[in-house]
């Protein structure tokens, strides 16, 4: 596979949409009921993306190949769960 893995930036925004809509039509066709593609998916995950790529606490990556971007990758930084030093005195399992 040739091309590079960069930073997503608002202009790759249609080109990932893209990607999720073949994905989710190739989805719709091995099972209707469980992946049936909403009728404006591509609207509310345009919208969707644009709000991941504002926020700080979101690393979105994209695979540039040379006739475009071929893939991507989102990923979300939470807060850790507490540990509990003593799992049988936790109250909060």
């Known amino acids: 596979m040739t091309g590079n893995v960069r930073q ?3 202009e790759d925004v249609p080109a990932m949409v893209a ?9 719709e066709k091995m099972d209707l009921e469980f992946f049936r593609k909403a009728e404006h ?3 509310a995950q345009t ?3 644009n ?4 926020q700080s606490h979101v690393i979105a990556l994209v695979h ?5 971007v071929n ?3 989102i990923a979300t930084l939470i807060t850790a769960a507490r540990l509990c030093p003593r799992w049988s005195h936790c109250t909060y399992r």
Do not use: D, I, V
């Open 19 to 27: 990607l999720s809509e073949r994905e989710r039509s190739e989805r």
């Open 8 to 10: 997503a930036t608002a």
């Open 47 to 49: 919208a969707y993306f």
């Open 64 to 68: 540039q190949a040379p006739h475009g």
């Open 41 to 43: 998916s591509g609207e």
């Open 51 to 54: 709000w991941l790529l504002s």
């Open 71 to 73: 893939g991507f990758a």
